[in-house]
Structure formats: C-alpha cells, structure tokens
C-alpha cells in the first residue's frame, strides 16, 4: 500500500534552516509529482511546493519563494523540503502528498511532520 | 491572485443537511476538490472533480457546482461528519495550487 513517511522536523531558530524528507512506498515513485502542504497550529491548510515526476519543474507559493528549495531522488523514492532563512511564520506541521496521476488534487498524505521555529 | 474563500463554520443537528460553499473566480473553468482533516489526521478526499466521490466515501457526501461558487453538500449529517473541510482546487497548468480556508463542520 501507498506509504508516506515524513522526517527531519524540529525545533530551529529563527534565521536557521532545517532540511525534511519524505519516504515513499507501495508505488512507482518516479512516475508521480510530489507536493509539501502545511498546516500552522490550529490553522487551514497551505500549499508549499510541487515538484513534477522528474525533478525538472518546480512551483513555490510566494511565500516561500526564494526560501525553500524542494527536491527528490528517485533513486531512493525520497522527496525533500531545504528549508532556509526559517521565520516564525514557518511554524507548522509539514505535509508531503502525492499528486494523483491524471486529476489535480492529493491522494496521498503523509501524517507530517512538525517545525517550530522559535528561539 | 488565486483564491478560494469558505465560511469558518457550519453548525447543523443530526440528521439535517449540511452545505459548505467555496467562492471562487477561477472555479468557473477549474475542477474543485473537497477533503475532510480530523484533528491530529492528514486530510482525506471526499469530492472530486466537483461532483464525484471516491470509492468508501459514504453517499450522504455530495458535490454541486454552479458558476463561481461549489458546494459540498452532507445529507443527514452523523456526528462522525463533524470535522474540517477544505476546497482545493489548481490553476490549469498545476503550477498553482490553493486550498480555501477551511470551514469547521459542528454536529449540535
């Protein structure tokens, strides 16, 4: 069965980085675009990053445009979330999430993990 | 700018029917999505393509659409329905994607 498991959250100061990933199984991860989604503590869900099934094309919302760096190495059927010059704001559960083959929406979640950022 | 707007809250008895709307000037030509999150859970989807339901989503679970503006519908609401909803929905090349902000379904 399809399987998301998220890593790499914790506690980092203000102005630091963090680095997530996401491992997938129970399907042909190559052939699949990958998202990250957040969610702030007790807020709605916010869309972070998509990266298409080969790597090639990247799309960021604004607000962590030119901060976050998403990557993947099919190779190892892991997603990745480089996430720099962290603020308070970036305090939230992240979600990675597959993108269904054909439609646009998720259909596949992680349980997320958690980034605080505080100092 | 890509935005979808709901209401905070729908508050309904069991029983009754619950409709969760979702305004937006891009859903006129995009697909919506609906997912319902419980708390300490990642999301599950329970409308697709505006009108469809995935296979184990109950019947009581429907979409309509009409214009700007979507609409989950839960017909004899259960107080297992009570949850967060989100709209989604993607601009036509998928480099865009947005989620409403969600609307907090209370079962009375």
């Known amino acids: 069965q399809v399987q998301l498991v998220e890593s790499g959250g914790g506690v980092v100061q203000p102005g630091g980085s963090l680095r997530l990933a996401c491992v997938a199984s129970g399907f042909t991860f190559s052939t699949y675009g990958m998202h990250w989604v957040r969610q702030a503590p007790g807020k709605g869900l916010e869309w972070v990053t998509f990266v298409r099934f080969d790597g090639n094309d990247k799309y960021y919302a604004d607000s962590v445009k030119g901060r976050f760096i998403v990557s993947r190495d099919n190779s190892k059927n892991t997603l990745y979330l480089q996430m720099n010059s962290l603020r308070a704001e970036d305090t939230a559960i992240y979600y990675c999430?597959?993108?269904?083959?054909?439609?646009?929406?998720?259909?596949?979640w992680g349980q997320g993990t958690l980034v605080t950022v505080s100092s | 700018s890509f935005e979808l707007t709901q209401p905070p809250s729908v508050s309904v008895s069991p029983g009754q029917t619950a409709r969760i709307t979702c305004s937006g000037d891009?859903?006129?030509?995009?697909?919506t999505y609906w997912y319902q999150q419980k708390p300490g859970r990642a999301p599950v989807l329970v409308i697709y393509?505006?009108?469809e339901r995935p296979s184990g989503i109950p019947e009581r679970f429907s979409g309509s659409t009409s214009g700007t503006t979507v609409t989950l519908t839960i017909t004899g609401v259960q107080a297992e329905d009570e949850a967060d909803y989100y709209c989604q929905s993607a601009d036509s090349r998928a480099t865009l994607w947005v989620f409403g902000g969600g609307t907090k379904l209370t079962v009375l």
């Open positions: 999430a597959r993108r269904d083959a054909y439609l646009y929406y998720f259909d596949f």
């Open positions: 393509q505006d009108i």
């Open positions: 891009a859903l006129s030509n995009q697909y």
